[in-house]
């Protein structure tokens, strides 16, 4: 999970937000591996500006709630992490208050696995994807789907910065090739 951030989460509620993206070294982003859709966009503000790497630039939606992202990945992954980042103090009315997080194997099943509100946050907000047995650490998927259910101020379109997930990264066991030292001490120096 995230360390060292400003945030604080009670029964759903989160609010703050940590300036700087803080991501523990055990957890690899996996957005790369997805496609990326949302329900609409305004021209211009589309998909692309949620994984741009650029603050400055934002997805705006353009339409009735509730607004979208679908990350589709083409084998099933382990997610551990959602982080967003909105600012509060740039685009008030169209900074999300309510989000869930669902998740499936496409869109015909997914399930809602979390749902937060969020109180005026301005920086990046972490989104475990932990379950409440502390065994599960994780959601393993095909898809996630990102959806703003309400805006601060009841706006209507919503400005999203960025969003990075995070899985596990995978456990390669460290095997000493016992062959190669044994053959090694074997060789004789004149």
């Known amino acids: 999970m995230a360390t060292e951030s400003s945030e604080s989460e009670e029964e759903g509620k989160i609010t703050g937000g940590n300036q700087?993206?803080?991501v523990e070294d055990d957890l690899r982003e996996m957005g790369k591996k997805a496609a990326w859709s949302v329900s609409s966009c305004k021209t211009g503000n589309g998909v692309s500006s949620l994984r741009d790497d650029n603050l400055e630039t934002?997805?705006?939606s353009d339409g009735a709630q509730p607004h979208l992202v679908n990350i589709q990945f083409q084998k099933?992954?382990?997610l551990q992490l959602v982080v967003?980042?909105?600012d509060f103090k740039l685009d008030e009315?169209?900074?999300p208050s309510k989000i869930s997080i669902r998740a499936g194997d496409g869109f015909h099943n997914?399930?809602?696995i979390k749902t937060v509100e969020l109180v005026k946050p301005t920086g990046w907000v972490y989104l475990s994807l932990s379950g409440n047995d502390p065994r599960e650490t994780f959601v393993s998927t095909f898809?996630?789907?990102i959806v703003v259910l309400s805006n601060h101020l009841n706006g209507r379109d919503t400005h999203v910065r960025q969003i990075k997930v995070y899985g596990p990264r995978p456990y390669v066991p460290y095997i000493i090739n016992i062959f190669f030292v044994h053959k090694f001490l074997e060789?004789?120096?004149p």
Do not use: F
């Open 93 to 95: 009315s169209y900074t």
């Open 110 to 112: 997914l399930k809602e």
């Open 187 to 189: 060789v004789k120096v």
């Open 20 to 22: 700087h993206l803080i």
């Open 143 to 145: 898809m996630l789907q």
């Open 58 to 60: 934002y997805w705006q």
């Open 76 to 78: 099933k992954v382990k």
């Open 84 to 86: 967003l980042y909105v």
